[in-house]
Nanobody, 117 residues
Framework: QVQLVESGGGLVQAGGSLRLSCAAS????????MGWYRQAPGKQRELVAG???????AYADSVKGRFTISRDNAKNTVYLQMNSLKPEDTAVYYCYVVFGGRNNGYWGQGTQVTVSS
């Protein structure tokens, strides 16, 4: 059984910062791809940022230069540092992890990020 627990969401003014964390627990051999998705009301879930097991990050164009994804394998945790937040960043943010040897990825429960103008 594997569980992902997210933290760090909240309400912030435009231009502010938040740091999301997603910690994995349970029985697994390794964590391969780790990513953050978001879903705003009435919109489809979209990939915000991802990071490979080798530490190579990739970002959606809308967040490049503002968001930074990182991982701490010793803590089984992936982070999303969000700076210069905009109202259009408001959404529920979900972490997603593909564990080694498993066919399907796992989702966190989601954390609300609200950016006021």
């Amino acid at each position: 059984q594997v569980q992902l627990v997210e933290s760090g969401g909240g309400l912030v003014q435009a231009g502010g910062s938040l740091r999301l964390s997603c910690a994995a627990s349970g029985s697994f051999f390794s964590m391969d791809f780790m990513g953050w998705y978001r879903q705003a009301p009435g919109k489809q879930r979209e990939l915000v940022a991802g990071i490979t097991s080798g530490g190579n990050p990739a970002y959606a164009d809308s967040v490049k230069g503002r968001f930074t994804i990182s991982r701490d394998n010793a803590k089984n945790t992936v982070y999303l540092q969000m700076n210069s937040l905009k109202p259009e960043d408001t959404a529920v943010y979900y972490c997603y992890v593909v564990f080694g040897g498993r066919n399907n990825g796992y989702w966190g429960q989601g954390t609300q990020v609200t950016v006021s103008s």
